[in-house]
Structures are given as structure tokens and as C-alpha cells.
């Protein structure tokens, strides 16, 4: 695939009679084996190519896509294009980012070579289910599954930017069962990496995650009351997700979030951090420009406790009379919308085992369950389940509980303690939140 081909369809675009327009090329290779109870149950391989058009007829736009990428298809693409932009309602906002160019980002080093053979990635998931299965008190399998896949993002715009680049990675997923019957308990664990060789250890995932199955065995119910709840780094991420979309430009230019007016103002304690990173090498989300083409660049969304920005795209920066934060992130579908790319919150000095030394009673949250989450008011109430802490040591597994409280209340009690690893995309330590409503029997 060439930029070239895009640079066509542009071409198309404007003869049909485009102002503007922009074009994206999403191109992917996966391939996946699922394996359960000693037996291969799923092996595919799939490729894709699909692309998308947006054009500009003055302040009028709109988008078609198509999975047959044929130039000899374009010129239809691209009237059919243009014939929807004049007919829909002008938008303002509405253009290419005026902030595009070429940067080079330097190595971001995103593409592990070849793609592995299938027997590589069944005998990854053999050796994950059998560890787990391996723990006294696993009685049964969900499986495990082993993947690879390959993404290339090609983008160019009428007004000369043209950049391309593609990021492999590898997985490693298994879950577990412990207990029979009624009484029975799941978990799981994985792994996802840009390069096989950062993948976590396929043996040592289906042990850890038949351990935690057989330690939430015989959960208990505990009463309602208020306490401090520590979440475990796998559950303290999904705080990070409820900030982004808060400050999430489309949702501040419409004015449906909780945090529409605090910009500038303090919401965590000193000393915390929240920083979005698209130019981390390796990360599995990092990319050198956004999907308008505006260079990406390393942002530190909360600095010493103050919200420094919002997460914008062109239209939304426009939307809030601002500039575009590099943001931007699209399919070939639809219009491109602020997101994260790498996201992490800084870690903390204290250990785990420190932050809940303290604690004469609280849990320690291992799962969440339900969306319970207002992000026009910010109030926050989801199912847990995991572990209750007592004298600052974990204790009896707890289950069918519900964490509840505001997150203005939750990020300004926020503290997190120094185990950070780089898992998921968007990750997090473990983090204790004080003052929060443990709602049981």
C-alpha cells in the first residue's frame, strides 16, 4: 500500500468538486488460536483493508468508506462523497487541521518483523492453560488464547500531508476455574506487547491466574459502611478512563461533563500526575501523528494535581476557541474524535503494602462489573468484587458488593503507590481512594 493511492483518491476528490478533503488507509493482519482443556478449538487468520474519505464542500462535509480499496472505484467514491457534503447542514467547525505536517518522531521502533507461525501461538496457549489448570484448586478451563496482529495506518490531505505507519502486537490471555458448582470461581490473566520478546511469560500467567481463581473461593458479603478502598492495578486503570472522557474536548464543547469548569484547578493532591504518551517507544499505542495528521507529543494532563488541558481535535478545539492538542483519532468510517494514546498515572513513593499498612479495615478491589458511571454528573457506583484488608493485610475474599462515591471526591483522595507497569495502553499503580461507600449485606 502507497501513499500514492491515497494521494489519488484526493485527486478524485477534488475533480469531483471538493474544497478539501483527507483520506485514511486502515490496513490489518491478525491471526488467533484459542485453546481449552488440552485441545485447539479456534484457529483464524484474517486480513482487512478498508478506506475512508472526508470531504469539504465549504463549511459542508461529509465521509464514505469503502472495504474494496480498487482505484478504479475512486472516482465513484469520491462523487458519491461530495454529492452527500451538498446536501447536509453547514458545520462552523468544520476543515483540516491547519496543525498538520510532517515531524520526525524519531524510532518509535512499533513493527516486530515476520508474523509467527500458528504452531508458535498454540504452543503458547498450551503452556498458559496447562500452568493454570496445573494449580491445586483449578478444576476447570475457559481457555487460553494467543494472538498476533499487524495494523498500518496510511493518511493524506489535500493540503500535503502524507505519513504513514504500522505497529505489530503480540497477546497472551487465559482464565481460570476453581471450586464446583454453585460455589465455582473465575479469574484471569494476560498480556499484550508490540514485540514478542516484551511478552510476559505464558507459564507464569496461567499460574497467576489459577491462583487468583482459587483465592476468591468461598467470598463473603460484607456490611454496608464506609471505608478506604484499594484498587489493584488491573481495576485502578479504569479511573484513568472516567478523567479522559470527562476532559474529553466533544464533551466540553457540549458541555456534558463534571469537570466543564475546572480547567486550571486542582482535583488531585499535589504530587500526582496523569500523563498521555504517544511517543513512547514500543507502547502500544503510540503513533508519530494524530488522525488529522498533527504531530504527537508527549502531555501531562494532570501536573501536580491541577487539570493542565483538555484532550482536542480540530473541531472541538475550534468548538472551545483553542488549538488542536494532537488528539485525533479516527476509522475510516467516521469523523475523527479526541482520544488518549499511551495513558498512565505516574506512580506513587510507597509500596503496595505500604499505602494499606494503615488500613484497620477496608477491600481491596480486584474486578469491576457494570457501567455505573455519570460522567455528566460525576457520580460512581460500580459492582466488586475482590478482598476484604484488615489490620493492612489482605483478607477474605468478598463478592456481589458495589463501590460507590463522586469522582470530584475520589481524585482529590487519590493516592497512588509505586508499582506502575506498562500492560495495557492505559495503566496505572495500585491507588487507594479514601472515604468511599462499600455498600454489602
Known amino acids: 500500500m502507497t501513499l500514492d493511492l491515497l494521494a489519488d483518491l484526493i485527486a478524485r476528490a477534488r475533480a469531483a468538486g471538493a474544497d478539501a478533503a483527507d483520506a485514511v488507509l486502515v490496513g490489518g493482519t491478525s491471526l488467533s488460536v484459542q485453546r481449552r482443556l488440552g485441545k485447539t478449538e479456534h484457529l483464524e487468520r484474517s486480513e482487512a483493508r478498508d478506506v475512508g474519505l472526508r470531504v469539504f464542500v465549504g463549511r459542508r462535509s461529509a465521509i464514505v468508506s469503502s472495504t474494496a480499496v480498487d482505484p478504479a472505484g475512486f472516482p465513484a467514491l469520491a462523487g458519491r ?4 457534503a451538498r446536501v447536509v447542514p453547514e458545520d462552523p467547525y468544520s476543515g483540516l487541521a491547519d496543525e498538520a505536517r510532517f515531524v520526525d518522531a524519531g524510532p518509535l521502533d512499533l513493527y516486530d518483523g515476520a ?4 504452531e508458535d501461538l498454540i504452543a503458547r496457549a498450551a503452556a498458559a492453560e496447562e500452568a493454570a489448570l496445573a494449580v491445586p484448586g483449578v478444576t476447570n478451563s475457559e481457555g487460553a488464547e494467543a494472538g498476533f496482529g499487524l495494523a498500518e495506518v496510511l493518511l493524506v490531505t489535500s493540503a500535503g500531508f502524507a505519513g504513514q505507519y504500522r505497529r505489530s502486537s503480540h497477546s497472551i490471555s487465559v482464565t ?20 514478542l520478546a516484551d511478552l510476559e511469560d505464558a507459564a507464569g500467567l496461567g499460574h497467576a491466574a489459577g491462583e487468583k481463581a482459587v483465592a476468591r473461593l468461598n467470598p463473603t458479603r460484607p456490611a454496608t459502611k464506609k471505608l478506604p ?32 469548569d475546572k480547567l486550571g484547578q486542582r482535583l488531585f493532591a499535589p504530587g500526582v500526575e496523569v500523563v498521555d504518551d504517544p511517543l513512547r517507544v514500543r507502547g502500544l499505542r503510540s503513533r508519530p501523528f494524530d488522525g488529522e495528521g498533527v504531530p504527537t507529543a508527549e502531555r501531562l ?11 482536542l481535535d480540530t473541531r472541538s478545539a475550534r468548538q472551545l476557541g483553542l488549538r488542536t492538542t494532537g488528539n485525533a483519532q479516527r476509522g475510516t468510517g ?27 479495615e477496608g477491600i481491596y478491589v480486584t ?6 458511571v455519570n460522567g455528566i454528573t460525576g457520580d460512581y457506583s460500580r459492582g466488586a468484587a475482590g478482598f476484604m484488608i484488615r489490620n493492612g493485610a489482605l483478607a477474605e475474599p468478598v463478592a456481589e458488593v458495589t463501590v460507590a462515591g463522586h469522582l470530584l471526591e475520589m481524585f482529590a ?29
Open 367 to 372: 474486578e469491576l462489573i457494570g457501567m455505573g
Open 334 to 360: 467516521g469523523p475523527p474524535g479526541p482520544g488518549s494514546s499511551n495513558l498512565f498515572l505516574r506512580p506513587g513513593a510507597l509500596t503496595p503494602a505500604e499505602l494499606m499498612s494503615d488500613i484497620v
Open 81 to 84: 462523497a461530495v454529492a452527500m
Open 229 to 260: 478502598v484499594v484498587y489493584d492495578p488491573r481495576v485502578a486503570s479504569s479511573l484513568l478512563g472516567h478523567l479522559t472522557g470527562a476532559i474529553n474536548g466533544a464533551s466540553v464543547a457540549r458541555g456534558t461533563t463534571f469537570l466543564r
Open 301 to 311: 494532563l494532570i501536573e501536580d494535581g491541577v487539570l493542565t488541558t483538555w484532550l
Open 413 to 441: 483522595h487519590l493516592i497512588p503507590a509505586n508499582d506502575l507497569r506498562f500492560r495495557r495502553g492505559t495503566d496505572a499503580p495500585t491507588i487507594r481512594v479514601e472515604g468511599m461507600t462499600l455498600a454489602g449485606a
Open 176 to 195: 481460570a476455574l476453581a471450586g464446583t458448582g454453585t460455589g465455582m470461581q473465575r479469574d484471569y490473566d494476560y498480556s499484550s506487547a508490540v514485540y
Open 115 to 118: 508474523e509467527p507461525a500458528a
